[in-house]
């Protein structure tokens, strides 16, 4: 789901930097006051958690494979602002350090799956836990996968319609969000599925655990 | 104590750093093909003598991409009669020469040399990157596991069932990592 | 049993096996000696048909072994799973399973034995967690950890044992109880070590590996215990200073063997 660079036109990403920056810093204070000087130990194991949930792929039957995002399961464990966080510093090392994923476009990703992914999952895990807590872990999954998708579909679909050349012609992403929209979000609906079953019985298994740590 | 040539070098990384930034923010501001071309191949000049690898590297991850956008886009414009070539031509350009650039920086410049400005962002990336290895390396023998003890290709299911259980173990493992680099931290005063 | 020809195994610029030839026969138990980084799990991984050779060729009674020929012949994966169990080196990577019980009967029942729960409950007793059935397995310690991987192993049968590192964690008690295990087994057993003091409960035969991911040496386990030049190339003695009586001095020495 990461946005390449040179789709993006700089018009959109420098005001996805104008809004990110301040979040990363709000986020960042909000942490501090929150774990106090534990703040650092903090982001970097969940940096270096979701980085491995990136990474992993579950094999579907008929060959093919998806990898999770982990983004719901990281919200519903440790909260928004860490998950958030966690996902920015992640995309930060891909691109950076690993030469995978997009700098000019580090702000959008992070903001889509980051921010808004994050503030989903937490969101509708919340409304729902007091009805049934599974339906509501699978609904967190399932939102932290397709929300990101509807705005990075959105991002992308509004390209061609923000830089245009002299003819009108597209000096961006060509296709506009009539195309991009249902393209993204249709395939993230099913795998959110996938991420929602990851994420109600991966928190019960780490709830499982933690009870019995506690004892 | 510091070497010069740590302290050389730290310049360097820096000064690339600044150039990585302004380069990239550059090449989404110019639009004619031409000069895109001529970025295209400054970089790769300037890519030093792994400027192969990393040519091929940096198509390997930008094709999959093009591919699917530009022949998809073909297709649409031919039908409709929108400007095909130029645009394919810009957008493809683009894409390589920022992607080259983003390859060759990740390759050339150490990010923690020009970061450490700030202790900080030095530890974070350290801590960071050693737990990513170790991790990704232990992600590997969790699949293997998994594996050699199923009879077959194992269902659905299981697949989910030990992903989550194994994933159950990695956020612990997270809380337990974060508290001992907490604790490792104050022993050694960098906390208080 | 196992016959492996000219095997090496190099990844990503890492090598970690050079030209292994190796034949094992029915029934034999094996330890596989070698520093850290010599390629001993590598090796085992090989054997268990998990990773392939870069180069030469791995038999299994007479089959050639390789991940793809896993993957494409069910029937055949079917039967070398559950024929060969390889007990990893960190035992956590192969607990998945919500409780201790699920863990133990996982194999049993992915194989459609019919007694998978009566299998499960005797061999809980055998590794002496028959108190812990519903805990989830990464709760357990170190050592329990190890013992229900085993466990795990040994429920379906195995005709071949790959155990790596297999004391690791394990207390003197629980070592000593494994020593005894391995030696009444009737299955053909290869476990790895770098602890020199091991070496001779663990099997009569030795295979070592040097450092340099080459076989340097295949025979009595006695043997090789006593020649300490060889010893020294596997780089499995240290040197340091040392106290004879009154005399302080350095030569190369295997602590816990001596």
Known sequence: MHVPDGFLSPATYMTAYGLAVPLWWVGV?????????????????????????????IPLPGGSSVHLSGIGLLAVLFGPWVSFLAVSLVLAVQSLVLGVGGVTTLAVNALAMGLIGSWMAFGGWRLLRRVHEPTALVFAGWLATVAPAAVVGVTLGVQPLVAQGEEG???????????????????????????????????SAWVRLRVRHGE | MESRGWSRRRLGDRLGLVVYGGGVVGVTLVHDPVWLTAAGVGVWLGAGKERGRLLRRALRLA????????????MVA????????????????????????????????????????????????TMVMSQMVLWQRLYEEFRLALVSRSPGEPDLRT?????????????????????????????????? | MIELTGV????????????????????????????????????????????APSSGEYRYEGEV?????????????????GEVGLLFQNAEVMLFNPTVFDEIAFGPRQWGFADAEERAYQWAERVGLREMM?????SLSGGERQRLALACLLVLGPRLLLLDEPTRGLDPPATGWLVELIADLPATVISSTHRLSLAAELGERAVVLGRDHRLIYDGPVEEFLENRDQMATAGLLHCHRHRHGEVLHRHLHGHDWE
């Open chain 3, 8 to 51: 090496s195994h190099c990844f990503r610029g890492q090598t970690a096996l050079v030209g292994v030839d190796l034949r094992v026969r029915e029934g034999e138990k094996v330890v596989l000696l070698g520093v850290n980084g010599a390629g001993k799990s590598t090796l085992l991984k090989v054997l268990a048909g998990l990773v």
């Open chain 3, 65 to 81: 072994i390789t991940p793809e020929r896993l993957r494409r012949d069910r029937a055949f994966a079917r039967r070398f799973r």
């Open chain 2, 63 to 74: 094709l999959p991409w093009l591919v699917v956008v530009s022949v998809g886009y073909g």
């Open chain 2, 159 to 192: 697949v989910l069932q030990a992903s989550a259980n194994a994933i159950a173990w990695f956020a612990d493992q997270a809380l337990a990592t974060a508290r001992n680099q907490a604790q490792a931290l104050r022993a050694r005063g960098l906390l208080e």
């Open chain 1, 29 to 57: 204070r909000r942490l501090r006051h929150e774990l106090d000087a534990e703040t650092l130990p903090w982001l970097a194991a969940v940096s270096a958690l979701c980085f491995v949930l990136m990474q992993w792929s």
């Open chain 1, 169 to 203: 012609e597209p000096l961006f992403f060509p296709f506009d969000w009539e195309v991009t929209l249902p393209a993204v979000v249709v395939p993230h609906a099913l795998l959110g599925v996938v991420e929602g079953v990851v994420t109600w019985w991966g928190r």
């Open chain 2, 78 to 125: 031919f039908w409709s009669g929108l400007p095909v070539g130029e645009v394919l031509l810009r957008l493809n350009l683009r894409v390589g020469v920022l992607v080259l650039l983003t390859v060759v920086f990740a390759t050339r410049v150490s990010l923690l040399r020009a970061v450490d400005f700030s202790p900080t962002l030095v530890w974070l990336f």
């Open chain 3, 134 to 138: 519903d805990r989830p397995p990464f």
